[in-house]
């Protein structure tokens, strides 16, 4: 009886699992509409009161979406008042909402990755998982790879669907 011979295992594919760039941090909301005079505009007095008193370690380590759901009058500084105090605490902070907040992540995630790891490598970029990854992050890290890899592939490396091979290079004459 023949030896199974794991041909997978064996071969010089790279795999690059998005889940693994989620950054485990918490995500919370907060929303300037608590801090609106009868849900309508935002008092330069008392919301300088509330960033003095409010306890901002609340927000060690967390990643924190800053909207407003009301439709109301909120001046562009009072964001950055609160960006002030967040700087501190929080991991990572955005103006937006929590959808905005996730690709900053990812945005950030895969920026600290090394291109240069995948140099001249057949990278296959897994494609299903335990945790949804957003299609942005697919998107980000094929321009992360294009410049540096020989090719890029979807899926699982028995199974892939090819989306990009380097050309080869004109011979020489």
Not at 20 to 33: A, L, M, N, Q, W
Not at 40 to 47: N, P, V
Not at 59 to 74: E, H, L, P, Q, T
Not at 91 to 110: S, T
Request: overall charge negative; glycine content about 4%; hydrophobic content about 40%.
């Amino acid at each position: 009886m023949e030896d199974l011979i794991n041909r997978v295992a064996q071969s010089a594919l790279t795999s690059l699992n998005l889940e693994e760039f989620i950054h485990p941090g918490e995500r919370v909301v907060y929303d300037i509409k608590e801090n609106l005079f009868h849900g309508l505009m935002l008092r330069e007095k008392d919301f300088r009161e509330f960033i003095k008193t409010h306890d901002w370690s609340q927000y060690d380590g967390k990643n924190v979406a800053i909207i407003c759901s009301a439709d109301a009058i909120v001046p562009t500084w009072a964001y950055m008042l609160l960006a002030s105090k967040l700087q501190n605490h929080a991991h990572r902070y955005v103006f937006g909402n929590l959808e905005a907040l996730e690709q900053e992540l990812f945005h950030e995630a895969i920026a600290g990755i090394n291109a240069e790891d995948f140099r001249d490598a057949k990278v296959v970029v897994k494609g299903c998982g335990n945790i949804p990854v957003p299609t942005y992050a697919y998107v980000a890290i094929m321009q992360k790879l294009l410049p540096v890899t020989s090719s890029i592939m979807y899926g699982e490396p028995c199974s892939t669907v090819p989306l990009y091979k380097r050309p080869k290079a004109p011979a020489a004459s």
